[in-house]
């Protein structure tokens, strides 16, 4: 091709982009939103470089619940944070709102074709076969798992406060045990199987899981942001390709995690199909559905491969989550001591109840006796949904129904929005959470107070646990809803009984980073990743 043909290609390709780019963006054009930065990068890398829930704050503030803001090279998108649009996007059955190739294509080279990273027919099917193993009697039996784990990490701190210098408390950083232990709440709960993450922690499987998406996303730059927007236009396949010679440490990490995960699966779910062969399947989720798997009709049944993407998917989904929402509760608690003392005081009190009727230790039940608790889980969900938004793309053009009307830059009252084909949209679980009119004008101040004084009958809820949106909602709802409420009332519960929590008065400033989670770092130590220290003194009342 001679320098003018190249010349005219390139000239068409930018008509007919530019073209497809004003027909597209038309109709949301007029909704308000902030300011275009740049015309390259949109607001994404305004957006990234934030701290969670500033963007979200100021958009709220200022816009409302449904605002306009822009990707790369000009191209309009969607923040939303209203409930009936929300619940008209989570909840069709239809897939019409599907996450974006591009993020399916990253997923899958994680998680190859496992729940997260198939869409359509093939994810109603998956679905279908894997939700029975995530059942609300199923989940609850869990609960030794997790108690296990908990323990092990209450001995492990009081290991390391009972030494002669410590004085009684020491300064911990929660975040990398939280890390490790629920690796092995993982490990345990859903495969029956010890990751011994929290014993020794130089196994190359657990190294490889510590910190994963941090270390992958946690330090972008403008250029590759800019990389990864540009692969939407790139065809089908391209940016897999791209990822697959990354020579950055992260990445090959990602890769070398992907081999000893399909590893690791392998020899599990072989040892499961043998244990349901001989009659004696354990109560862990990947014996319960391999069980179900052997039961479904066989047009619905997962090949063994399919097997191995959901175990892989579960310990991506379901570890690095749960960490840090139990790393952003002890916080909580530490600012909070009021909070804190009062959850203390009602175990200590359900405690008493428990040892009158002739039992030594929690059993899930008693959970749901504990109002406090509750109620202090929930807040610290609303306040840190560490999966922030969702990236959805629409297939067709729709019709957008709205709580409340919006007034467009042109003055255009819409009651109802109609959006393009091909538009993304931002579903802000993050915002959502943090919305004033749904949950009053306190809504971002921390106060588990408020679920006590609160109705939960809601008309249609759009979460899957108590309207919040931390799990999402609809088909695409977090599985393990159930699995991480357990878990993380069961660690709540042991820490809280055993140690009290505090900040360290080190004048370290934490900085919630949101490199895909929520994320904790020290202000001027970015580069040690994530971490959160607190002071962890003993109790002596037991
Ligand atoms: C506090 C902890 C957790 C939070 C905040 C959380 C949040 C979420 C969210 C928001 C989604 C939807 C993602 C999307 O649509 O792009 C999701 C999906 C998912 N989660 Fe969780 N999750 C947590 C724990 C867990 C656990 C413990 C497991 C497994 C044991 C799990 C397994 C999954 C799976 C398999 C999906 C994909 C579901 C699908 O696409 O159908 N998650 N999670």
């Not at 605002?67 to 929300?86: K, T, V």
């Amino acid at each position: 091709m001679d320098s003018r043909h190249a010349t005219l290609a390139i000239s068409v390709a930018f008509v007919a982009y530019t073209w497809y780019k004003c027909r597209r963006t038309s109709s949301i054009s007029d909704i308000p939103g902030p300011k275009n930065p740049s015309w390259i990068y949109g607001h994404r890398w305004w957006w990234q470089s934030e701290e969670a829930s500033v963007v979200e704050k100021r958009i709220l503030e200022e816009y409302g619940a449904v605002a306009r803001y822009n990707g790369s090279l000009g191209e309009d998108r969607l923040f939303i944070a209203d409930p009936q649009a929300i619940y008209h996007i989570l909840q069709g059955t239809s897939y019409l709102y599907e996450k974006p190739r591009v993020a399916m294509e990253m997923l899958a080279l994680v998680l190859d074709k496992g729940l997260a990273s198939v869409g359509g027919d093939a994810h109603k099917r998956q679905r279908r076969v894997i939700s029975p193993a995530f059942g609300l009697v199923e989940s609850k039996a869990l609960y030794p798992y997790f108690a296990r784990c908990a323990n092990s990490i209450v001995d492990k701190w009081h290991e390391a406060i009972s030494t002669k210098e410590s004085e009684g408390a020491v300064v911990i950083d929660v975040h990398s045990w939280f890390a490790k232990a629920t690796l092995d709440a993982i490990g345990a709960g859903a495969f029956d199987y010890d990751f011994g993450a929290v014993e020794n922690t130089d196994n190359k499987f657990t190294k490889s899981y510590t910190n994963m998406t941090f270390a992958a996303f946690g330090r972008s730059s403008k250029g590759r942001l800019l990389m990864m927007e540009l692969f939407k236009w790139a065809p089908a396949g391209f940016g897999t390709w791209m990822m697959e010679r990354d020579k950055r440490p992260a990445m090959v990490n990602l890769r070398e995690n992907r081999t000893y995960a399909h590893e690791v699966a392998a020899k599990l779910i072989e040892e499961k199909k043998q244990e349901l062969e001989g009659g004696t399947s354990g109560k862990d989720l990947l014996s319960l559905l391999v069980k179900a798997n052997s039961a479904a009709r066989s047009d619905w049944r997962l090949d063994d491969e399919e097997i191995v993407s959901q175990v892989r998917t579960i310990m991506f989904a379901g570890h690095e989550t749960t960490a840090k929402t139990l790393t952003f509760a002890l916080w909580e608690l530490a600012k909070n001591r009021h909070v804190q003392e009062k959850l203390r005081a009602e175990i200590t009190e359900t405690l008493g109840r428990i040892r009158a009727r002739g039992d030594s230790d929690f059993a899930v039940d008693d959970f749901d006796s504990m109002p406090y608790l509750l109620a202090v889980g929930k807040e610290i969900l609303r306040i840190y949904p560490v999966f922030m938004e969702l990236s959805r793309t629409l297939k067709k053009d729709d019709v957008l129904p709205l709580s409340k009307p919006i007034v467009g830059v042109s003055g255009k009252v819409y009651k109802q929005l109609l959006v393009p084909a091909g538009t993304i949209l931002t579903v802000s679980l993050l915002a959502y959470n943090l919305n004033k009119d749904l949950w009053g004008p306190d809504a971002y101040e921390f106060r588990p107070e408020r679920w006590l004084d609160m109705n939960e009958t809601f008309e249609s809820p759009v979460g899957v646990y108590s309207n919040l949106l931390t799990f999402s909602g609809g088909n695409r709802s977090c599985i393990g809803w159930r699995f991480a409420v357990i878990e993380m009332h069961t660690f709540l519960v042991a820490l809280v009984r055993h140690f009290d929590f505090s900040l360290p008065g080190n004048g370290r400033e934490v900085r919630k980073m949101r490199p895909g989670l929520i994320t904790p770092v020290i202000v001027g130590e970015e580069h040690k990743g994530p971490q959160l220290l607190l002071k962890v003194t003993a109790l002596k009342n037991e």
